[in-house]
């Protein structure tokens, strides 16, 4: 099974990771313009994988009104990347909140976003045996590992269940 994992904290350069069976395969990060260009190098990226997980986006920070047009180019951006996947042929798209990942394999419900930012690089560094230190690109490997340790488990046990 393949997997691509987003993290698409930026609109404009989005952190992506790519997983087979488990092993990270590659890790970096994309343009994501509103371009045939760019929509085309997402779509082919996607080829051939079986699920996306893409985090959603956390609101809290966006309610009080002080950054409404960030808000709307990362809703906007996560939806043409379910769309680029979804014409790629990937099966499967999972969308999950950042606290749910964060606390599961950063222990971080307590923790400032600092604090999570750095745990993440260092889980991502571990992971992927080379030193991690993009943000993006960190979570979106520490998003991977999150399906394949949580949420693939629980839809196995869920399929066995029925």
């Not at 609109?11 to 590659?26: F, I, P, R």
């Not at 990347?81 to 950042?98: F, M, N, P, Q, T």
């Not at 943000?135 to 029925?162: R, T």
């Amino acid at each position: 099974m393949k997997v691509v994992a987003i993290d698409p904290s930026s609109a404009k350069l989005v952190g992506y990771s790519l997983w087979e069976d488990g092993a990270l395969l590659l890790y970096g990060k994309m343009p994501f313009h509103w371009t045939k260009n760019d929509m085309s190098n997402w779509v082919n990226l996607f080829a051939g994988f079986d699920t996306l997980i893409i985090e959603g986006q956390f609101l809290k920070q966006y309610t009080n009104g002080s950054n409404v047009r960030g808000l709307i180019s990362l809703v906007n951006a996560v939806g043409a990347l379910k769309g680029c996947a979804v014409l790629s042929g990937v099966k499967d798209v999972v969308s999950i909140a950042h606290m749910s990942w964060r606390s599961k394999m950063l222990g971080g419900y307590r923790l400032k976003t600092p604090e999570l930012k750095k745990l993440s690089k260092i889980r991502a560094s571990d992971i992927s045996h080379k030193k991690i230190i993009d943000d993006d690109i960190a979570d979106s490997i520490c998003i991977g590992e999150f399906y394949w340790k949580v949420i693939l488990p629980q839809k196995n046990f869920a399929n066995a269940s029925k």
